[in-house]
């Protein structure tokens, strides 16, 4: 019987003061008054500043043919696929791809036209235009739309897969635009 009251007293006491997290916030208990598009956007605003920054240090790295610190930002089972070529699949595939090419690719242009996430997932996409140096030694313009995909493994943003779709075949650079 002494339980059943302990019980009845805990509980009515519970019930006739408000929780801690009630006073402080009104709304549901334990939140701060903000519905669910609230947190959603401020997942999105976060999502994205990292994805901001990610891409940032990448199109960094490719400037600076940094091959090591373009290295880490994809994870080991990444993809990079162009639309033209075979699949570049997993990490060495990707680090023999940038040793080939970053010393014949200049600066990589993006802007960002679409983004969205979902749990430890985002994705990036938009145009994209660099050029490239052919055999030859003259350069030559590519530009398409890219799709990047990015996975949250332990709290940190990485490449998982990009996708490169090319419009058209690559421009022919005027000697006076030759770097």
């Not at 199109?59 to 880490?72: F, G, I, K, N």
């Not at 940038?98 to 990589?108: D, K, M, N, S, T």
């Not at 235009?129 to 350069?139: F, H, V």
Request: charged share 25%.
């Amino acid at each position: 019987m002494r339980s059943v009251f302990t019980a009845f007293v805990l509980a009515t006491s519970l019930i006739t003061r408000p929780l801690v997290a009630q006073s402080r916030h009104p709304g549901a208990p334990g939140g701060d008054g903000r519905g669910a598009g609230g947190f959603l956007a401020e997942y999105y605003a976060e999502v994205l500043e990292r994805a901001e920054e990610l891409t940032t240090e990448w199109r960094r790295a490719w400037r600076e043919d940094d091959l090591r610190a373009l290295s880490e930002l994809y994870l080991e089972d990444a993809q990079i696929v162009f639309s033209d070529a075979p699949t570049i699949d997993g990490e060495a595939a990707i680090r023999a791809f940038f040793v080939a090419e970053l010393p014949r690719l200049g600066e990589i242009q993006t802007s960002l036209t679409d983004f969205d996430a979902s749990g430890r997932m985002a994705y990036l996409y938009g145009p994209f235009q660099l050029d490239r140096r052919r055999p030859d030694g003259t350069m030559e313009r590519i530009s398409g739309r890219y799709l990047t995909i990015l996975l949250n493994r332990q709290r940190t943003w990485s490449i998982r897969s990009q996708f490169f779709s090319l419009e058209g075949p690559p421009q022919a650079l005027p000697p006076s635009l030759d770097r």
